[in-house]
């Protein structure tokens, strides 16, 4: 026993299936054995429930009793359906957004894009016009949401206030910014990095407007920044052909992965475990590397059959870890299962390249993608 910062944790061994029986059990029914009690039948949470059942836990339930339980089952929601279906309305029935159909669909919650895109069709309540001149190349968005950095091709970084669209102040080398990234940490998002165009990643402090660090070691423009292991260290890719792993703060490279057959990696995306990077190849592959001390090549996690033809796509993770996605060169979205490598969809997005894609942060079956066809979609 040893002191929790919540609690006290205990070391205890319980077999694997004991361990199944009594998880799925307090799920099913919500009740489960008390583990705290040395002896004797005593159970804890819904105690009602558990005189219902008889105790019966999800491993010996009678086969008469689970027939009889799903023959039930299935006249409760035929019933519920008969009647659920003369208030129908045909038109609600057939729109996404209504919540008639988010009822009918919510059998499945997993992260399985639908076929159908939501846009739009009346007018948009508010546009905000920023002061840009030129094509926009990256932009990042605080924790606080006070402000937006972006990156541009004049030569400069813009920081703007997310209301007004005002600049609020500007960081430049002379050089283009290809990417901007604020450390994720709380206390340090006045910390700004941006990977340039001539080879350098520069580190600004946003109070300050001062340079305090360059970190200089690739040969060629730098394409992207991925802070990893809890934002003590980052990762950059460039068009050299290499990746690159540095300590915050430090200007000495701690890990150089480059191989013969390597290609340029313009797309780097986080894993939600945050154990594994994955690496948009221009070889139409999307490479995971180990997060851990060694940033070593998963060659069991490798997907491919999308054609990125030299465009940076965007690669990207489900919420929960078990989808990955990513736009490709023909105006396509491809999902492939996390386990198995293997593509569950395409959607056919936008006509010429599809450039980005998100998830949806609260409804897991949907996303939003953008192509040079000038749309975003929501699928």
């Known amino acids: 026993m040893r002191n929790h910062k919540l609690s006290f944790v205990e070391d205890a061994s319980i077999e694997p299936f004991i361990f199944d029986v009594q998880y799925y059990t307090l799920h099913k029914y919500g009740y489960a054995p008390d583990p705290s009690a040395s002896a004797g039948n005593n159970y804890v949470c819904d105690l009602d429930a558990l005189q219902k059942n008889d105790a019966i836990s999800i491993y010996n339930i009678p086969q008469h009793e689970q027939k009889k339980r799903k023959i039930e089952k299935k006249e409760t929601e035929k019933e519920e359906a008969n009647g659920h279906e003369e208030n129908l309305n045909k038109v609600e029935l057939q729109n996404p957004a209504s919540d008639t159909w988010k009822v009918l669909d919510c059998a499945s919650q997993g992260c399985q894009g639908q076929q159908r895109s939501l846009l739009y069709t009346e007018e948009i309540g508010a546009h905000l016009e920023w002061p840009h001149e030129g094509r926009v190349c990256n932009k990042v968005l605080p924790k606080t949401g006070a402000f937006d950095i972006v990156s541009k091709d004049g030569y ?20 283009i910014p290809y990417v901007v990234r604020l450390n994720p940490d709380d206390n340090k998002q006045n910390i700004l990095l941006a990977g ?16 305090t660090q360059e970190y200089d070691q690739h040969l060629r423009a730098v394409n992207n920044i991925t802070f990893v292991d809890n934002n003590r260290r980052f990762v950059t890719s460039s068009d050299d052909k290499s990746l690159r792993v540095w300590e915050f703060g430090i200007l000495v490279v701690i890990k150089y992965i480059r191989e013969p057959h390597m290609h340029s990696m313009p797309s780097i995306s986080l894993h939600p475990s945050t154990n594994y990077l994955a690496a948009l190849s221009l070889d139409d592959q999307i490479l995971m ?15 491919s059959g999308h054609i990125v033809a030299g465009y940076a796509c965007q690669v990207n993770f489900s919420l929960n870890g078990r989808s990955v996605m990513s736009g490709d060169g023909e105006g396509k979205c491809w999902f492939w299962d996390w386990k198995t490598r293997k593509v569950f969809r395409t959607l056919k997005c936008h006509e010429g390249v599809c450039i980005g894609c998100e998830w949806h942060l609260l409804e897991q079956s949907k996303v939003a993608t953008c192509g040079w066809d000038g749309l975003v979609k929501y699928w």
């Open 196 to 211: 340039m165009s001539d080879k350098k990643i520069v580190q600004w402090d946003m109070n300050t407007g001062q340079v």
């Open 289 to 303: 590397y180990s997060t851990r001390d060694k940033f070593q090549l998963n060659k069991k996690k490798i997907f």
């Open 156 to 175: 400069k970084g813009e920081n703007l206030d997310t209301e007004t669209g005002q600049v609020i102040s500007t960081f430049s080398t002379g050089k």
